[in-house]
């Protein structure tokens, strides 16, 4: 054996403990780049190395050529290696990605905007120690007009355009029949809210549906006055439009209350100067509401010397499409995702 | 009910206070105001114009040349409306004059003839509806008079929203008592030039009335008759002051008779009609139910077939007019009456909305019998009507005037508790300030009222407002007397409920939070559907609007797939729905009938429907489509709140009761159930139950009880584990026939406490696993809560799970 072939083995030793390791040693496309070109580029150290095997004589000259090409094949093998471990470190840094291309996403639900607000509303009231309650949805004539002192052959029935099912028996006009419902049930104190849909024969239009959500919320107990009333909706109106909102108290007339108020918050899409949602007048109308009459207590049986109480209806879809500048009621109940997406 | 201001300030002279200011003071204490109007606040380039001349146009047959009188030089004006009459006056604006709303008229050729200037229809000049001729003025006003001093304007009008009790409101007397500032003791009347001081007799003494019998033949249907006889009026136009006050308000001048009648209901709300005598036979006026068999018909032409539901006024042989609703075209007044009856009559209410329903009419006077009149006023607005006939019309009225019927009754008396204001509205008034509040509006009481919080004031109530019987509607006079808005804003503390929350609440909220947090968005459904879209034992509406809103629902999933085609239809493939609401149905038969809504069962649901791509389009995959897994995956999640609830895939579901999957529902669904009832269902939706495009993707859905959901199911801490768990992973070969759940039961049952959880990883079905069988790889875990498993401890669990499954299902594990 010749220094020369002694040379160029331990040459390529050194090629491979020294290569290995610096592919090893990169962290980055940049450096494996680099060490490939310098050890096995077209004139690096291997090839430089394979160059040299013309002078080793020639009963080394297999052996030699033999370790070149395991060595070759070696450090393609760890380049390789390298070359996607680097990549997928790349990626998790992300270091020369265009970021500027969308992420992905995963599809997000969410609450329908009318259902958004009556949760608001019985959060709110919920702190003036208010439960939620329920009731049917098919009624009778006499939880839906008679125990609310609404008599049935009397021009109040008019505002109530009834769908009927049968004699007697009729989709709820109102939440109200809720109210009787609890009365009958239970003992005061009662402080309930009862959201739900009612139905009245209104064709389609922008601002009618032949069934609508209301929040219904009922008051009973001793002591209860007018006072406590007016300060219990302020105080809803203040939490729920801002603070910075005016409420209105004006005279109404409702069969199950008295007195009667419709409030009236002053219009957050103009700042009360008067636009086409307030019909130019800075007010718009949110709820229905008053004492609770007399009659209706002695209708479910409490006690109307001893109990006084209150008793309010509102929209939540009319209060929706206000909050959230909604045109068309249609909208609301035709489950348009691209809408509902919206409220999210 | 439109209001004019002018006629209210003639009614109630205090009245100092603008219409805007008017306006405002009535919505907040009375009822609302829709509209507040100025009208007529325009007309300065507007004067009263007489036509000296008027001859046909050369050039045009439609169009007449007139000469104008307009105070100075005569005008050439071409004219274009049919009744330009010569030597009538009319509102007339001369070239360079602006009409309201700021239009020019300018000097211009009109098929050759220069026109200067244009005579005036009431909708040019903005103060009536009439655009039909020019407006004909009447009393020959002096050319080049200011129009508005002519017709009284300006003016403002009040589009007041009457609320059903306040029906008091519905005429100037009534709003007058309640803005003038001293109420009634500001009411005073506008002489009407005329005066009548009758001398009441009995409607049966037809000596003392001229030959004229009045009876009322059912006294249930009409409380009381007045009538009066005038003779010799001269019917023709009435006056302007009147027109112009009949027009601020809305109402159509007729002639001078019927706008007599027409101003008393719109001054005092008393509905008056007047009849043609010569017109009626013998002369003889019965009030009566038709009969059956008779007909009639109104003034405005409409023949009306009646029977005994309708009351009636009837003259000897036949009807003449339905009671307290329209006059009959028969004996209407017209150019050649001379004799006229003039009825004052209180019909039942109850009567008169049947009346008026049977003949599909709704006037103003029925309106008001509907809602009740002022009884105590009856005599006082005949006598203004007559004075009022007599002076526009002139005649002779007879003194004799008929009175049949109820005498007038007392006035109603309520009583008051001063402690009860303070009970109820909260206020401390002393007995003085709540009769200070009251008197202006009518309420009488008595002379020196006691002070204290123990006094109960006697509360005489005015015969208009019917609307007050008992202490709480003399509360909420108190009240907006007061003024809402001055109650002092003081906070009360308060109990809280002793009626706790409806569970149906707490459902929805813990399936709302999961259907959202898994990508679906909430629709809501109004749920009147298409007969189509409910099953057999649906509940119809009795009227419904349209046929597609003709019954109830009885499942969600089919309005849902509605929902999703809506969707389709805007191109949106990729939709997750969900919604929480309640279905309706017909109780079956054999449910015993206590109340009359047993016969009906609602309840509410959950539905549910995906369809399109998994996730939102990303450019790095083509993404994949939602699968049956994905549909199964938020099914289990769901069962998850539903304590008891088991599901069983493939069960048949078709013919559950209360439910109707059978419509919408394919072979790859899986039962929900709890015990031995079915409350639920999910799966893949029929193809053909979907109208959806082409590119349209499969869809999913399941549908559910809301009540199965848990409400005590508050989670509970469990304990995490200290000790390392080890995996074993198990390729099973099993045969086709046997559900994978099947497996998993008899691994859990086979295996050692210790093995905690049993997850397939892996399915493989294919020809390399046989034609009977497929593989299916589980990935089982081992962990003991007291220690470290061996390797031995798990291998034998191992052991004996793979032994019974040999023994039990022939499922073997797969040689690799
Ligand atoms: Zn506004």
Redesign the pocket.
């Known amino acids: 054996m010749t220094s020369d072939g002694m040379s160029l083995r331990e040459r390529l030793e050194g090629i491979r403990t020294s290569g290995l390791a610096a592919f090893t040693a990169a962290v980055d496309e940049e450096a494996l780049e680099s060490a490939r070109v310098r050890y096995l580029g077209r004139s690096g150290e291997l090839s430089a190395a394979m160059a040299s095997l013309g002078g080793v004589p020639a009963e080394d000259r297999p052996a030699a050529g033999r370790l070149a090409n395991e060595v070759k094949r070696e450090l393609e093998a760890a380049l390789e290696d390298r070359l996607s471990k680097v990549a997928v470190a790349e990626v998790a840094s992300g270091a020369s990605l265009d970021l500027s291309l969308p992420g992905r996403r995963t599809w997000v639900g969410g609450t329908h905007p009318v259902t958004q607000v009556i949760d608001e509303i019985c959060e709110i009231f919920g702190e003036l120690g208010f439960s939620r309650a329920a009731g049917p949805e098919i009624e009778t004539d006499w939880y839906n007009f008679t125990a609310l002192n609404i008599p049935l052959d009397h021009p109040a029935a008019d505002m109530h355009d009834t769908f009927y099912l049968d004699d007697g028996v009729l989709l709820r006009t109102h939440t109200s029949p809720v109210q009787a419902r609890i009365m009958m049930d239970g003992e005061p104190p009662i402080r309930i809210l009862a959201p739900g849909l009612c139905y009245r024969r209104d064709a389609w239009d922008a601002s009618h549906a032949p069934a609508f959500e209301q929040v219904e919320g009922l008051a009973v107990d001793e002591g209860i006055d007018f006072v406590e009333f007016r300060a219990a909706i302020a105080f809803f109106v203040r939490r729920f439009f801002g603070s910075g909102v005016k409420t209105r108290f004006r005279a109404s007339y409702f069969p199950f209350t008295e007195p009667s108020a419709e409030v009236d918050v002053s219009?957050i899409?103009?700042n009360?100067?008067?636009?086409?949602?307030?019909k130019?007048t800075?007010w718009?109308e949110i709820m229905g509401s008053g004492m609770v009459h007399p009659a209706v207590f002695e209708a479910v049986g409490l006690d109307a010397e001893r109990y006084t109480g209150y008793a309010f209806g509102m929209g939540p879809a009319r209060i929706a499409m206000l909050r959230y500048r909604i045109p068309d009621i249609r909208l609301l109940y035709e489950a348009d995702a691209a809408f509902l997406e919206q409220f999210v | 009910m439109e209001i004019s201001v002018a006629w209210l300030r003639a009614v109630a002279p205090t009245i100092a206070d603008d219409g805007e200011e008017l306006g405002h003071r009535l919505s907040l204490q009375a009822v609302p105001v829709d509209k507040i109007e100025l009208i007529g606040g325009e007309l300065q380039d507007v004067v009263v114009g007489r036509v000296l001349r008027a001859e046909k146009h050369p050039n045009a047959d439609r169009l007449t040349l007139c000469q104008v009188d307009a105070g100075g030089e005569p005008f050439e004006v071409v004219c274009g409306a049919p009744n330009v009459i010569e030597g009538a006056s009319y509102p007339f604006i001369g070239p360079g004059g602006a009409l309201p709303g700021g239009f020019v008229i300018e000097r211009r050729k009109i098929r050759g003839v220069v026109s200067n200037g244009m005579l005036c229809s009431e909708q040019e000049l903005g103060i009536g509806r009439d655009s039909a001729g020019i407006l004909h003025l009447e009393d020959g006003p002096a050319p080049g008079t200011p129009i508005a001093e002519v017709l009284g304007l300006p003016d403002t009008r009040l589009t007041l929203d009457l609320t059903p009790n306040r029906v008091d409101l519905a005429c100037h007397l009534g709003v007058a008592r309640e803005l003038a500032p001293a109420g009634v003791a500001d009411i005073s009347l506008p002489s009407l030039g005329a005066s009548w001081d009758p001398e009441w007799v009995a409607g049966e003494d037809s000596a003392g009335t001229s030959g004229v019998t009045v009876r009322i033949d059912d006294p249930d249907r009409c409380f009381r008759y007045l009538a009066a006889v005038v003779r010799g009026v001269q019917v023709g136009p009435s006056p302007e002051w009147l027109q112009s006050r009949l027009r601020a308000v809305g109402a159509r001048p007729i002639n001078n008779v019927v706008d007599a009648t027409n101003y008393v209901l719109l001054e005092a709300n008393q509905p008056l009609h007047a009849f043609d005598l010569e017109r009626l036979d013998g002369p003889e006026i019965r009030v009566r139910a038709a009969a059956s068999g008779e007909s009639l018909t109104t003034l405005d032409g409409e023949s009306h077939e009646l029977d005994s539901e309708s009351t009636v006024i009837a003259d000897a042989s036949h009807p003449v007019a339905l009671a307290g609703v329209m006059g009959g075209a028969e004996s209407e007044v017209t150019a050649e009456t001379s004799d006229v009856l003039v009825e004052c009559a209180w019909f039942d209410a109850g009567h008169t909305r049947r009346t008026a329903e049977r003949a599909g009419i709704s006037t103003d006077a029925s309106y008001r019998f509907e809602r009740g009149i002022d009884e105590g006023g009856m005599a006082e607005a005949l006598r203004r009507c007559v004075e009022l006939i007599l002076a526009a019309a002139g005649g002779e009225a007879e003194r004799a005037a008929i009175r049949v019927g109820r005498p007038e009754a007392p006035a109603v008396e309520v009583g008051l508790r001063v402690a009860r204001v303070r009970r109820v509205l909260g206020l401390r008034l002393s007995a003085e300030q709540i009769i200070g509040l009251l008197e202006p509006l009518g309420f009488g009481f008595e002379e020196e009222p006691a002070e204290g919080p123990e006094t109960e004031l006697l509360v005489r109530v005015p015969s208009w407002r019917g609307d007050v019987t008992r202490e709480a509607d003399l509360l909420e006079e108190v009240a907006r007397r007061y003024g809402y808005d001055r109650f002092p804003d003081e906070t009360r503390s308060f109990r809280p409920t002793t009626v706790p929350d409806d569970p149906v609440w707490f459902r929805r909220d813990r399936i709302s939070r999961l259907l959202t947090a898994c990508g679906f968005l909430e629709a809501r459904g109004l749920p009147m559907v298409d007969a189509a879209r409910a099953r057999e034992d649906r509940v119809p509406l009795l009227h419904p609007l349209s046929a597609t809103e003709a019954v109830l629902r009885t499942d969600l999933v089919p309005q849902l797939i509605d929902r999703l085609q809506h969707n389709f239809s805007r191109g949106r493939r990729a939709v997750r729905l969900f919604e929480i609401g309640t279905v309706f149905s017909k109780a079956s038969a054999e449910t015993e009938a206590s109340d009359v809504r047993d016969a009906y069962r609602e309840e509410v649901r959950v539905g549910l429907v995906m369809t399109g791509a998994r996730q939102p389009d990303h450019w790095s995959s083509a993404g994949e489509d939602t699968d049956m897994w994905d549909l199964l995956g938020v099914t289990e999640q769901v069962a998850g709140l539903l304590p008891g609830v088991e599901i069983r895939p493939g069960h048949p579901v078709d013919a559950v009761p209360g439910f109707g999957f059978g419509g919408w529902l394919s072979d790859d669904r899986t039962a929900m159930f709890d015990g031995s009832e079915i409350i639920g269902a999910a799966g893949r939706v029929r193809g053909d139950a979907v109208d959806g495009p082409p590119w349209a993707g499969v869809v999913f859905a399941a549908e559910f009880r809301l009540s199965a959901v848990g409400v005590d199911t508050e989670p509970r801490y469990q304990e995490l584990p200290t000790y390392p768990s080890t995996s074993r992973d198990l390729a099973l070969s099993v045969p086709s026939d046997t559900p994978a759940a099947m497996v998993e039961a008899v691994i859990r049952s086979a295996g050692p406490a210790e093995l905690v959880s049993v997850r397939p990883f892996d399915v493989y079905e294919g020809e390399a696993s046989g034609e009977e069988s497929r593989s299916i790889a589980w990935r089982l875990v081992f962990r003991a809560a007291d220690r470290t498993l061996t390797d031995a401890e798990v291998e034998t669990g191992v052991e004996s799970i793979v032994t019974k499954l040999r023994e039990e299902l022939d499922v073997r594990v797969r040689k690799s």
């Open positions: 219009c899409l103009c009360a100067s008067g636009c086409s949602a307030c130019g800075g718009v």
